[in-house]
């Protein structure tokens, strides 16, 4: 975790002819400097007045995947984190945490000194809430079963939907069929991909000197270009 930074929201600026002042906001991360000043007329007269702009706290957050959770032979990702205001402070270091946000872009410039662009964006999840995941209910990676059906529950109606709907032989062409509508055929494709979504459960077979097996599904989909692969 980084130390806490002021960000600019709304910047006051102050006609230093007149005495004008205007309030203005911050659009993606640049400042719009009025040009004129709309009392006196005079042009690129304002100035900034730091004192009276409004700042909200940001700090950077470097998460990064539980041991426990990453294949062997693979070394653990990681990706940045934004937080603002309250969220500030949300967690320390060392900590094993759910983070629900916002994943986004921001372009770089190639040099402080000119506002190009480089062609490689940042790319960082602004931060919306932060839960904190005890070592008990930390497993895998996921929230144990325990816990995770007190926080689910079902209605009756629901629950009775689901039984019937599991009942059905033809529930697994209902699926391909309802898989990407939009796309015509490609039911082998759908099956693939509709096996991928549903996934599995990590299987450790340490003690049997198996190793271990993903929960993951990976599909390789190899074919002509604009066959709707993406």
Known sequence: MSDIYPEMKDAHFKCACCGHKLVTSIDRGRVNEPTMCPRCGSKNSFEIV??????????????????????????????????????????????????????????????????TLRSVFKTYIDVVSISSMHKDKFQFGNVDKNDHEEQVKFTEHEKA????????????????????????????????????????????????????????????????PSTAKS
């Open 50 to 115: 730091h004192n009276l702009c409004l700042f909200s706290d940001k700090q950077y957050v470097k998460m990064q995947e539980t041991p426990d959770t990453v294949p062997e032979g693979e070394t653990p990702q990681n990706v940045s984190l934004i937080v603002y205001d309250e969220l500030v402070d949300g967690c320390k270091p060392g900590d094993k945490v759910e983070i629900t946000g916002i994943y986004r872009a921001q372009g770089i410039r190639a040099s402080r000194f000119k506002r």
């Open 161 to 224: 939907e689901y039984k019937m709907l599991s009942e059905d032989p033809d529930l697994y062409d209902k699926l391909v069929n309802s898989f990407a509508p939009s796309i015509w055929e490609c039911n082998d494709v759908k099956k693939g991909v509709l096996c991928q979504l549903f996934g599995g459960t990590p299987k450790d077979f340490g003690e049997d000197l198996r190793g271990r097996f993903r929960s993951d599904i990976n599909i390789l989909l190899v074919g002509d």
